[in-house]
């Protein structure tokens, strides 16, 4: 600071000169641009991760390598053009506090990439949303490979369901084939028992019946002693009791034979 010397007439006779060393303060903002330009730097060539600035109205302020490779875009294609560009829909997303999400997003190309990261305000000496700072990182591939498998579960699912109903059918099926086999069984027997019934009834009864009626008859011959026809007569009753006995047979055979 220079300051003019005055007498008393108050006229000029020399000038004082006053100076602060500000060489420390030269120093330290030197030495912060040459920290926030490597920062910059640094950070505009991270290539794994996309990190880009907003601000308040969602336009594009920053760009870095990785936004380039996630998204497509160019810093000269971007900057300036509003956010919702890189979203499926309106997606206001943009909050005064950090927070993580995950999306799906949009490329350059159309292509959807599934996105997962945060977003962090920029906030002013008083507290102010001055724009928003997101880093994302491209998770398509697990995306992707949680859905391929969402996808065969539900696929297997199905599989497995269309497997147990066409079993109950064919159970189902095979119960009824069971059953109308064992109807069939049932009637087999059924006209079996009724067949030999009636063969014991209709033919072998008959027959032992005849051969009753001649036992009586011979034994009425005249030329037999009283003890020939005596023992005839044992016969006839043993033929008798053998009729009855095939008679009952037949009857516990198929009882309903004798109704019909």
């Known amino acids: 600071m220079v300051t003019i ?45 996309a990190l880009f600035q907003v601000d308040p109205e969602g336009r594009v302020t920053f760009w870095n390598k990785g936004a380039e490779d996630l998204f497509g875009y160019g810093q000269d294609e971007i900057l300036g053009r509003h956010v919702a560009i890189l979203y499926t829909s309106d997606d206001q997303e943009l909050s005064a506090k950090p927070n993580e999400n995950e999306r799906w997003m949009v490329r350059r190309d159309g292509a959807r990439i599934f996105a997962r990261g945060v977003t962090q305000p920029l906030l002013g000496p008083g507290g102010e949303v001055r724009g928003f700072v997101k880093v994302l990182r491209d998770d398509s591939e697990r995306r992707r490979s949680e859905e391929r498998r969402s996808r065969n579960e ?27 086999l064992a109807a069939r069984l049932m009637t087999a027997h059924e006209d079996e028992r009724r067949r030999i019934a009636r063969e014991l009834h209709d033919d072998l009864s008959q027959r032992l019946a005849l051969l009753e009626m001649h036992t009586v008859h011979f034994a009425r011959r005249p030329d037999f002693t009283e003890e020939e026809t005596s023992e005839i007569e044992g016969v006839r009753q043993e033929v008798a009791k053998i009729s009855e006995m095939f008679w009952n047979i037949s009857h516990r055979l198929h009882p309903r034979y004798w109704r019909t």
């Open 154 to 180: 539900r696929q297997e699912h199905h599989r497995v369901l269309g497997e147990v109903e066409h079993t109950e059918a064919a159970l189902a099926r095979t119960q009824d084939d069971l059953r109308a």
């Open 5 to 49: 010397l005055r007498n008393e007439a108050d006229e000029p006779h020399g000038f004082a000169t006053v100076l602060r060393d500000l060489t420390a303060r030269k120093n330290a903002k030197d030495a912060l641009q040459s920290s926030e330009e490597r920062f910059r730097r640094i950070v505009e060539s991270v290539r794994d991760h």
